[in-house]
C-alpha cells in the first residue's frame, strides 16, 4: 500500500463521503445535534443545500488534530476513519481534539449508525425509541471543584445526555456532579470513573464507603441533591448503589427506556404465577452486594402475586431496602404493600 506524501492531505474518495453521510442517516452525528444536513435550495444550480461534512477522525495530514503518523494513506481515507457531522461541529471537534478524543468520535459514529437504522422508514416521535439511548463511553474524572463541574458537564453533554434525559437532565447532572464531588472531598478516592451504557451512568470510585441511606440521612448539596432526584424524577430515574469488587458504584438508570432490564441490583418479575416469583426470589438471594433491592414487577400482577413473593423473602433481605417500581404509593395496592414487609419504598 501506498504512504502518505508529507506534505499531503489523504482526502476522502467520493463513495466514502456518500458513505457516511447515509450511515449517519443524513443527520450530523453528535449526539446533541443530530441536525439535518442536506435540504432544498433556491439559490444552487442543484437546487440542494448540503451543511454537512465528511470529517477525519485522525487527520488527513501531519500537524492536524489526533494525527496518527501509523496510518497508512489508504487508512486515513478509508471510512472507519471518518465521521459524518454538521459544519458546525466538524470545527469544533478540531478546535478541541484533547475534548474530543479518538475514541469519543468513534462511538459518536457507531451511535449515528444504529440511530439511523432505527429511524429508517419511521415516523417523528418524541417517544420512538432510540431516542432515550445514551453513547456508550466512560472517561476518568479528576480535579477540583470547577474542574471536575466542567469534566461532568462535558461528559454528559457528550453522550447525548441533555437530548436522551430532556426535562430531568438538570436535576441528574448536580446529583452526579455532588456525588463524584462527595467521592473525592469526603470520601478520599483520587479519581472518580464514569461510564455511559444505553440507558444508564455508573459512577465507581475506591474511596470511603457510603450509600444512598448515609446521603438521605444527612449532608448538604449531595444530600438535596439525592433527595430531589428521588422526589422529582421518581418513576423516570432509579438511583442503585450497591459496592463492587470493593468500589462504590452509583447508577443512574433511565426506568423510561430500560424497563429494569440489565439494571444493577433489580429484579426483574415481568411473568405471574408460582414459578416466576420463585426464580425472583433466587435472583434476590444472589444480590449480596446491594443495600437496596429494585424490584420490577410484571404488569399482570395482582395482590396475590405480590403476597407470594414478598412472604418469602425475608431472610434473603435481611435489613436491606426493597424498592417496588410501578406501584403508586397512594394507589390502594401502593397502601396495602407496607403492611407485608416493613423495609418497602415505593419511589413511583
Same mark, same amino acid.
Given at each position: ?308 413473593? =414478598? /412472604?418469602?423473602?425475608? !431472610? %434473603? #433481605?435481611?435489613? *436491606? +431496602? ?10 390502594? =395496592? /401502593?397502601?396495602?404493600? !407496607? %403492611? #407485608?414487609?416493613? *423495609? +418497602?419504598?415505593?419511589?413511583?
Amino acid at each position: 500500500m501506498s504512504m502518505q506524501a508529507p506534505a499531503g492531505r489523504d482526502e476522502f474518495p467520493k463513495r466514502v463521503r456518500d458513505e457516511l453521510e447515509a450511515r449517519a442517516g443524513h443527520k450530523c452525528s453528535r449526539p446533541t445535534c443530530r441536525a439535518a444536513t442536506g435540504g432544498p435550495s433556491d439559490s444552487r444550480a442543484s437546487g440542494e443545500s448540503n451543511v454537512g461534512v465528511a470529517a477525519h477522525i485522525t487527520a488527513a495530514a501531519p500537524g492536524g488534530p489526533r494525527y496518527d503518523p501509523t496510518l497508512t494513506a489508504e487508512q486515513r481515507q478509508h471510512a472507519d476513519n471518518g465521521i459524518w457531522l454538521c459544519n458546525n461541529d466538524a470545527k469544533i471537534i478540531d478546535d478541541d481534539p484533547q475534548r474530543y478524543t479518538r475514541e469519543l468520535l468513534v462511538v459518536w459514529r457507531e451511535a449515528a449508525d444504529e440511530r439511523a437504522r432505527e429511524e429508517q422508514a419511521r415516523p417523528i416521535s418524541p417517544d420512538a425509541g432510540g431516542s432515550r439511548k445514551l453513547v456508550a463511553y466512560q472517561r476518568r474524572l479528576t480535579g477540583d471543584r470547577p474542574a471536575l463541574r466542567r469534566a461532568v458537564e462535558e461528559f454528559l453533554v457528550d453522550i447525548g445526555a441533555p437530548v436522551s434525559w430532556g426535562e430531568h437532565y438538570e436535576i441528574l447532572r448536580m446529583a452526579i456532579y455532588e456525588i463524584a464531588l462527595n467521592a473525592m472531598q469526603h470520601g478520599g478516592a483520587k479519581l472518580v470513573e464514569i461510564e455511559s451504557r444505553a440507558g444508564m451512568v455508573v459512577i465507581r470510585d475506591a474511596g470511603k464507603r457510603f450509600g444512598i441511606s448515609d446521603l438521605t440521612q444527612n449532608g448538604r448539596g449531595g444530600h438535596q441533591a439525592v433527595m430531589d432526584l428521588l422526589r422529582h424524577a421518581a418513576g423516570s430515574f432509579a438511583l442503585v448503589y450497591r459496592v463492587d469488587n470493593d468500589e462504590n458504584e452509583w447508577s443512574f438508570v433511565d426506568q423510561i427506556f430500560t424497563d429494569g432490564a440489565n439494571t444493577p441490583c433489580s429484579v426483574v418479575a415481568k411473568g405471574v404465577g408460582l414459578n416466576e416469583i420463585t426464580i425472583a426470589r433466587e435472583e434476590l438471594a444472589r444480590l449480596e452486594s446491594c443495600p437496596e433491592i429494585h424490584l420490577y414487577p410484571g404488569r399482570l400482577w395482582s395482590y396475590s402475586d405480590f403476597a407470594m413473593f =414478598l /412472604g418469602g423473602i425475608g !431472610p %434473603s #433481605l435481611g435489613n *436491606r +431496602i426493597l424498592v417496588v417500581h410501578g406501584v403508586r404509593r397512594t394507589s390502594p =395496592l /401502593g397502601r396495602w404493600l !407496607p %403492611s #407485608l414487609i416493613a *423495609r +418497602i419504598r415505593l419511589p413511583d
